[in-house]
């Protein structure tokens, strides 16, 4: 039933490749040449599953994956889930349940993430990202913008460019360990399933990647995967 997956002969598997670990990034190592993180174990256990060839994607962020849905290059991937990209892909079973807050510095006034939805604040986070328009929404009062990628985002706040960056919890959890001088505000204003997914319209893959991903859930792939890269606490769903 996998080969539904690799209509060109192997698995084309889109990751999002930036400056830090999450349910969604991977990260280079300094010195390295190749990303590591979740998504990049699930992808190489989906191989032994399979026996089936799989190609890394590497794109700039879960925006552009879902951007390039239609074009081809991918055939499975993992991202968060929104209302606005069920429009553009189909989701299978989640693998992670997370919450966005925000990365400020130590020395901010901000304790809450409620604190920074007023006007005049700055808010910097990934364009075209679920974290994103849940920050426009939430703080409608902010000056809230998305950098084309992570590592902007991430120079602009280390620049004095904005007041905090807008992440998911587990890559704050990186960052902050990263970024001498930082903290994460208390509570949060998103929290959302992170999910496999592929294309629209293809229902025999949905089924492949759905089958999968369970399976790695129920023989520990996914749990072990996050301790091994430091988020031992993630949420993962039944």
Not at 140 to 146: D, H, K, M, R, S
Request: hydrophobic share 45%; net charge negative; proline share 6%.
């Amino acid at each position: 039933m996998f080969e539904i997956l690799a209509p060109t002969g192997e698995i084309r598997i889109a990751i999002a490749v930036g400056p830090t670990k999450s349910a969604v990034w991977t990260r280079i190592p300094e010195g390295g040449t190749e990303p590591e993180g979740v998504t990049v174990d699930l992808a190489r256990r989906i191989g032994e599953i399979t026996g089936l060839p799989v190609r890394l994607v590497p794109l700039s962020s879960s925006g552009e994956i879902i951007a390039t849905a239609d074009d081809g290059i991918w055939d499975l991937s993992f991202t968060p889930v929104d209302a606005a990209r069920r429009e553009i892909v189909d989701f299978g079973p989640a693998y992670h349940v997370g919450e966005s807050s925000y990365l400020v510095r130590e020395t901010s006034p901000f304790l809450r993430a409620e604190d920074l939805h007023r006007p005049g604040v700055r808010i910097m986070g990934v364009a075209e990202t679920a974290t994103i328009r849940s920050a426009q929404k939430a703080a409608a009062g902010a000056q809230v913008t998305g950098a084309a990628a992570l590592p902007q985002a991430v120079a602009a706040f280390e620049a004095g460019e904005c007041d905090a960056l807008a992440l998911g919890r587990l890559a704050l959890d990186d960052l902050v360990r990263r970024l001498p001088g930082t903290r994460i505000t208390e509570g949060n204003f998103h929290v959302a399933e992170t999910a496999i997914a592929v294309p629209k319209g293809r229902p025999e893959a949905l089924a492949a990647a759905s089958e999968l991903i369970a399976r790695m859930k129920a023989d520990g792939t996914v749990a072990d995967s996050f301790r091994r890269h430091g988020m031992a606490d993630a949420v993962i769903p039944e």
